[in-house]
């Protein structure tokens, strides 16, 4: 099973930048499903942003479409979250996620993952 330990998170103000990477382990990254999560105090974790192994199609939720953009480098063994005009409502804990999904439909369900990663923290001030 892949390993995944994400970098990047920190303080940002309100409409700057931040880059989230995940580094997977194995030599099997590119036939996994790539999703970002987020975690905030009090709520549910909810999906972000999704890549499909094949075909790399993107996918993300409406909160952050046209701010945050996925990518993936399997030479590098590396899945990105490139978060820009952030948003003090973006603070939270994110996660990546691999598994190697059989639907797209499941692509946005947490529970259809089985390796995640443990977790980076992004605070975003007002």
């Known amino acids: 099973q892949v390993q995944l330990v994400e970098s990047g998170g920190g303080l940002v103000q309100a409409g700057g930048s931040l880059r989230l990477s995940c580094a997977a382990s194995?030599?099997?990254?590119?036939?996994?499903?790539m999703g970002w999560f987020r975690q905030a105090p009090g709520k549910e974790r909810e999906f972000v942003a999704g890549?499909?192994?094949?075909?790399?199609?993107?996918y993300y939720a409406a909160s952050v479409k046209g701010r945050f953009t996925i990518s993936r480098d399997n030479a590098k063994n590396t899945v990105y979250l490139q978060m820009d005009s952030l948003k003090p409502e973006d603070t939270a804990v994110y996660y990546c996620?691999?598994?190697?999904?059989?639907?797209?439909?499941?692509?946005?369900?947490?529970?259809?993952?089985?390796?995640w990663g443990q977790g980076t923290q992004v605070t975003v001030s007002s």
């Open positions: 194995g030599r099997t990254f590119s036939s996994y499903t």
């Open positions: 890549i499909w192994w094949s075909d790399g199609n993107t």
């Open positions: 996620a691999a598994d190697r999904l059989s639907s797209r439909i499941r692509l946005s369900t947490a529970d259809a993952y089985d390796a």
